[in-house]
């Protein structure tokens, strides 16, 4: 187990996400009184389920992924949070694990990440925002320790021991891209893409971009790679 960082950038949260409300009693009073609001909720319900079953449809497909960090220094309660694709390299092995992920949905990407898999090491909230590297998964999901310890950025008194909230997998330094390919060139990529089709129409950089863990398909992965390859537009 190679020593931790307390460096993973991610959004906290300590509430349990909200569900829709799926059900509802047949025959009840509020059958009449509510029938437009029974239609509204059985709408949301179904996009709802919709959305999850294309999310498990798309997780055969899911085999590379993109992992936020920040690179540049920034203090939460008195520590500080940076940890760039450099500091990854500095560790034993090159490897790290990547704790302190308080987002449900990215927290269940990590669950759904297979040792051997890819991951572009992204560099957010900095001055320039971007790809920097590629390092692989080499330890699948396990507990995230620091969600029990009070004196982590990322403790989490509701979380407990004997049913964890969080987790985390260890990544392992592979090369830095050939060039960094920012934010920015992605972006022009992705509207063009979108608008013509392509690669990067649907990336979740730009659709889920608030997520710190995302997934890539192959094609997008390796169209972001083929980039480094090529000039900057």
């Not at 085999?63 to 960090?69: A, F, N, P, V």
């Not at 560790?91 to 572009?120: H, I």
């Not at 997998?169 to 992605?186: G, H, N, S, W, Y």
């Not at 950089?205 to 090529?230: G, I, K, W, Y």
């Amino acid at each position: 187990m190679p020593p931790k960082k307390r460096t993973r950038s991610s959004a906290k949260s300590t509430k349990q996400p909200v569900l829709a409300d799926a059900q509802h009693c047949e025959g009840s009073d509020d059958d009449v009184q509510l029938k437009t609001g029974k239609r509204n909720r059985a709408a949301a319900v179904k996009s709802d389920v919709e959305k999850n079953k294309n999310d498990d449809a798309c997780k055969s497909s899911y085999s590379h992924w993109l992992m936020k960090s920040e690179p540049e220094s920034r203090i939460e309660n008195g520590v500080d949070v940076k940890f760039g694709i450099e500091d990854l390299k500095a560790l034993p092995s090159q490897t790290g694990c990547w704790d302190g992920v308080r987002n449900y949905q990215a927290r269940n990407f990590m669950r759904d990440m297979k040792e051997g898999q890819q991951a572009f090491f992204y560099h957010s909230n900095c001055k320039e925002p971007g790809i920097a590297g590629l390092m692989k998964i080499v330890k699948e999901a396990y507990v995230d320790h620091t969600q029990f310890d009070k004196k982590d950025v990322h403790y989490d008194p509701s979380s407990k021991a004997d049913n964890p909230k969080w987790s985390m997998v260890d990544v392992q330094f592979e090369r830095m891209t050939k060039r960094f390919i920012p934010l920015a060139e992605l972006k022009k990529y992705h509207l063009q893409h979108k608008a013509k089709g392509g690669a990067l129409k649907d990336m979740a950089l730009f659709t889920r971009a608030r997520l710190s863990v995302q997934p890539l398909t192959a094609e997008e992965f390796d169209f972001v790679l083929s980039l480094e390859n090529e000039d900057p537009i």
